[in-house]
C-alpha cells in the first residue's frame, strides 16, 4: 500500500510541475510596445561606377524592448517608395543590427525592384523581425532618395544595315537594320553581322533620309549611292563617318573541339558554335550545350588565331592548352579585352521540331537570352527552316516545353505544335510575361 501512494504522490507532482510549466509558456507575452526604427546614415545617394567598390549606406536600428530576453533575426526590406512592400527586395540579416551596402550591392537590389537608370526615385527601408513562426513585425518605413546607375555599356548609334542581305530586307518594321556600335575611336562605327547573298546599304534612324551606298564600290561612302552587293557570310563592317572610307572583312569568333557538338565527329574542324557579340558588356556570347570533352575559341573556323587556357585559371592564352567541359548546358563569355572567360551552367531553351535540322530528338537549335536590360527575353536569329512544325523545349528535353494552342502567339505548356513554312526566321520569346509569348518573323 506504501508503494501505491508513494507513486501516485509522484504522479501529481508531475502533473503540478506540467501546469506550471505550461502556465509559465501562456504568460511570456511579447510587449506589446515592442518596436524599432530604421536609421539612414545617408538621406540623399547617387550611385556611380565610381563608388560602385565603396561602402555607401549603413542601415541601422535598435534592438527592440522585448519585455524579457530574446533572440530575434531580422530581414531588412527595400521597395520603392508607397509600396506595399509585396515584391520587396529582402535581405537576411541574421542577429546583425545594421546592413552596411556597397554600391554596386544596393545597386543591384534597386535595378531588380524596376528602377530606371540615372533617375531619382525615393526607396524605402523596412525591418522585419522575427522572434518565432508565431511572433514578428514590422518596423515604419525609412525613405532614401536615391538614383541607380545602369553597369551596361551603351555603345548604341543610329546607323543601321539594310538591304536584300540583312534579316529585315529593304525595311521591315518588325526586324530593324542590324545595328552600328561605337568604338574607341570618335566617328568610326562598327557593326558585327551575318548576311546572305544580295545587296546592303548603310541608313540613319530605319529611315532613308539619310543613306550611304557606295558608288563605283571605291570603298568610300556616298550619300544615296549605289548598293553594295555582298556574298552570304559573317562580317565586320567598319565605316568613318568623318571621312565616309568603309571596309568589311570576313570575322566570327567560335567554339571548337570535341566538347562540343557541332563540327565533324572528332569536334575539331568547322562548323564551331558561334559566339555573338555582346555590345552591352562589349564581350562575346553564347549559349552551348556541351559533352564531356574540350574545347578552345577560335578566329575564322581557323588555326592561326586561337586560345585555349594555360593553367585553367579563367584567363585564355594564344595556343593556349585545351580547356576541359563537362556534359551539360551552359552560358560562354569571352572578352577579348581582358582576356578572361567563363562557362557557367544555366538552363537552356531551344527549338526543336519536324521543321529544325534536327528533327524532333535535337539537339535543339538554342535561343540567346537578352544580354541588356530586356530579362526574360530569347533570341534566335537567322533560323533555317523547312515545312514543318516546331515546339521550345528546355535543357533539350520534354520535362519542360512550350507550344502555341490556337496558333495565337501565347504559348502553353505542353501545347500544340506550331506549324511554319520554308525559310529563314528570327524568333522571340518572351518569359516576362504569363503567358509567356512568342514571336516568328521570317526574312
Given amino acids: 500500500m506504501k508503494k501505491y501512494i508513494n507513486k501516485s504522490i509522484f504522479l501529481l507532482s508531475l502533473i503540478l510541475v506540467a501546469f506550471v510549466a505550461c502556465d509559465d509558456v501562456e504568460t511570456i507575452q511579447i510587449n506589446p510596445e515592442a518596436s524599432t526604427v ?56 541574421g542577429a546583425l543590427n545594421e546592413k552596411v551596402f556597397t554600391g554596386a550591392e544596393l545597386n543591384n537590389k534597386l535595378l531588380s525592384l524596376g528602377l530606371t537608370p540615372d533617375e531619382e526615385v525615393e526607396v524605402a527601408f523596412k525591418v522585419h523581425v522575427i522572434l518565432s513562426p508565431y511572433q514578428d513585425f514590422m518596423s515604419e518605413a525609412q525613405v532614401l532618395v536615391v538614383t541607380p546607375f545602369s553597369s551596361l555599356l551603351d555603345l548604341s548609334t543610329n546607323l543601321g544595315v539594310v538591304g536584300s542581305a540583312t534579316p529585315g530586307g529593304w525595311g521591315n518594321e518588325n526586324i530593324p537594320d542590324l545595328p552600328f556600335y561605337t568604338t574607341t575611336t570618335p566617328d568610326v562605327y562598327v557593326a558585327y553581322v551575318t548576311l546572305r547573298d544580295g545587296e546592303i546599304k548603310f541608313r540613319k534612324d530605319n529611315l532613308w533620309t539619310e543613306n550611304y551606298g557606295d558608288t563605283g564600290n571605291d570603298g568610300v561612302l556616298d550619300s544615296s549611292g549605289d548598293n553594295i552587293a555582298v556574298n552570304a557570310g559573317t562580317y565586320k563592317i567598319t565605316v568613318n563617318m568623318a571621312t565616309l572610307e568603309w571596309e568589311m572583312e570576313d570575322y566570327s569568333w567560335g567554339i571548337v573541339g570535341n566538347g562540343t557538338l557541332t563540327g565533324n565527329p572528332s569536334g575539331w574542324d568547322a562548323p564551331d558554335t558561334r559566339l555573338h557579340y555582346n555590345s552591352f558588356n562589349d564581350d562575346w556570347r553564347t549559349v552551348a550545350t556541351f559533352v564531356d570533352g574540350e574545347i578552345k575559341f577560335r578566329f575564322n573556323e581557323d588555326w592561326p588565331i586561337n586560345y585555349g587556357d594555360n593553367g585553367a585559371d579563367g584567363t585564355f592564352d594564344q595556343n593556349g592548352d585545351n580547356i576541359a567541359v563537362s556534359a551539360g548546358h551552359y552560358l560562354v563569355i569571352v572578352n577579348f579585352n581582358t582576356g578572361e572567360y567563363s562557362i557557367e551552367a544555366m538552363d537552356v531553351w531551344g527549338l526543336v521540331g519536324s521543321a529544325t535540322e534536327n ?26 527552316l523547312s515545312d514543318g512544325e516546331i515546339k521550345v523545349r528546355q535543357n533539350d528535353a520534354w520535362g519542360v516545353n512550350y507550344g502555341d494552342t490556337g496558333n495565337d502567339g501565347e504559348m502553353e505548356l505542353n501545347g500544340d505544335n506550331i506549324p511554319v513554312s520554308a525559310g529563314i526566321y528570327n524568333i522571340t520569346l518572351n518569359f516576362s510575361v504569363d503567358p509567356p509569348t512568342i514571336e516568328i518573323y521570317q526574312w
Fill in 359 to 384: 528533327s524532333w530528338d535535337g539537339p535543339n537549335q538554342k535561343f540567346i537570352p537578352d544580354f541588356g536590360i530586356n530579362e526574360g527575353y530569347y533570341y534566335i536569329q537567322g533560323a533555317v
Fill in 38 to 93: 530604421v536609421s539612414l546614415s545617408q538621406s540623399t545617394l547617387v550611385l556611380t561606377e565610381e563608388n560602385a567598390e565603396n561602402d555607401v549606406i549603413t542601415v541601422s536600428w535598435p534592438t527592440p524592448d522585448f519585455g524579457f530576453d530574446a533572440a530575434p533575426s531580422y530581414n531588412l526590406l527595400i521597395d520603392v517608395a508607397g509600396g506595399n512592400f509585396s515584391a520587396a527586395q529582402i535581405i537576411p540579416n
